[in-house]
């Protein structure tokens, strides 16, 4: 190190005289701190600030921010309104939108007479509010852009985006048609035409599917009633149907034809042992004899209790309420539909599903002496 620069080091340096302190008047006041009270003492000064701190450390203010916010709104209103933009374009750029609007929104509140100021500070603010989702706000800057330019293209694909996003299609198009007016050759736009056109043909499709399947649904619906009125069968809605009945469907075994079979639930109720069985589906073609064929292929151990001694296909009658509240006594061997199509005396459906009645033999007539059309009748309401 050479003489001069020891010497003029020596001379700068701080030397205390006798009375006077060790350190630096500047330094003196921290010589007591922790490291970590430096540092926050530090802070408060603009140059080392890394976080915004507007006390002086006592709850006072920070005159040094202050006096730097005050800076913001000296100049001319153009600059100060630049200078909004230009911070909220630093903030934009790392992706802070928020904080980008909240400059932007400075900007346009000093309410310069620039217009080209004016008009990137709304279209800014329109871009900020596209990638929020705030798609109506980004709508109305790009109005307000375009009042000050009509001829912006920015501000014709931005509220277009935002018109296509709220699914504003017709809107969309319309603003689109007019910024490639302009700038036909613009591939953003051009884009931006395309998948409007594509949603606009997926919702087109999509409705000319829906309506078919209205359409089919409902030719359905006709044939079936069709069928059922020609059948002369009644069908009767229970208040408090049974809770498998709730969703029961009547449908033709081909929705298309009506003279197709007739499908529906069936519940086999057996009232002497107070049990009962449930068939999700049965051909109006079908037999007592086939359902109980079905239902009486059971565990051995199911004869063997003595409440069923008496069930078998040979011992068994089968009967069905009537409109009246009666009962009607069905053949083993005779198909269902013949006892719902006759007009007397009428046995209807119930809840689009066949009520079937079994008993054995030897209870039938002590069973129908029980019956009462009354009660019947009133479990329908």
């Known amino acids: 190190m050479s003489e001069e620069f020891i010497s003029e080091w020596d001379r700068r340096r701080y030397i205390p005289k006798p009375g006077e302190p ?27 600030m ?9 709850g006072g203010e920070n005159t040094n921010i202050e006096a730097l916010k005050s800076l913001v709104y000296e100049g001319e209103p153009h600059e100060i309104a630049g200078n909004f933009k230009n911070q909220g374009n630093d903030c ?34 329109a871009a900020c509010n596209l990638e929020l989702k705030n798609y109506r706000r980004c709508i109305e800057d790009c109005k307000k852009a375009l009042q000050i330019d009509p001829k912006n293209v920015k501000a014709c694909y931005r509220s277009g985006k935002a018109l296509f996003l709220v699914e504003r299609y017709d809107e969309a198009k319309e603003v689109i048609k007019y910024g490639l007016s302009i700038d036909e050759g613009n591939a953003a736009l051009k884009q931006l035409a395309g998948d409007v056109d594509k949603k606009v043909q997926a919702i087109a499709k999509a409705k000319e599917m829906k309506d078919k399947e209205k359409q089919e649904r409902l030719l359905k619906q006709t044939l079936l009633a069709n069928a059922v009125k020609l059948r002369h069968i009644k069908i009767i809605k229970s208040s408090k149907p049974a809770a498998l009945l709730e969703d029961a469907k009547l449908r033709l075994e081909d929705d298309k034809d009506y003279e197709s079979q007739l499908i529906f639930p069936a519940m086999i109720l057996y009232p002497t042992i107070d049990e009962f069985d449930f068939i999700a589906e049965i051909g109006e073609l079908t037999t007592p004899f086939e359902i109980l064929s079905m239902l009486l292929e059971r565990p051995k151990e199911w004869f063997e209790d003595p409440k069923h001694k008496n069930f078998n296909i040979k011992s068994l009658n089968c009967f069905m309420e009537t409109e009246s509240g009666g009962l009607i006594k069905v053949g ?18 119930f809840d689009n599903g066949l009520r079937l009645y079994v008993v054995p033999e030897e209870d039938v007539k002590s069973w129908i002496s029980t019956w009462s059309k009354e009660t019947a009748l009133s479990k329908r309401c």
Do not use: H, W
Request: charged share 35%.
């Open 332 to 349: 083993k061997k005779v198909a269902i539909n013949k006892a719902l199509m006759s007009d007397t005396p009428k046995a209807p459906l």
């Open 50 to 58: 890394t976080k915004l701190d507007d006390t002086d450390g006592q």
């Open 22 to 48: 060790e350190l630096p008047p500047q330094l003196s006041e921290l010589a007591d701190k922790s490291s970590d009270e430096v540092i926050e003492e530090l802070n408060r000064l603009p140059f080392f």
């Open 92 to 125: 934009y750029k790392s992706k802070q939108y928020k904080n980008a609007i909240e400059y932007y929104n400075k900007g346009l509140e000093v309410d310069c007479d620039d217009d080209q100021i004016n008009l990137s500070l709304f279209l800014n603010r």
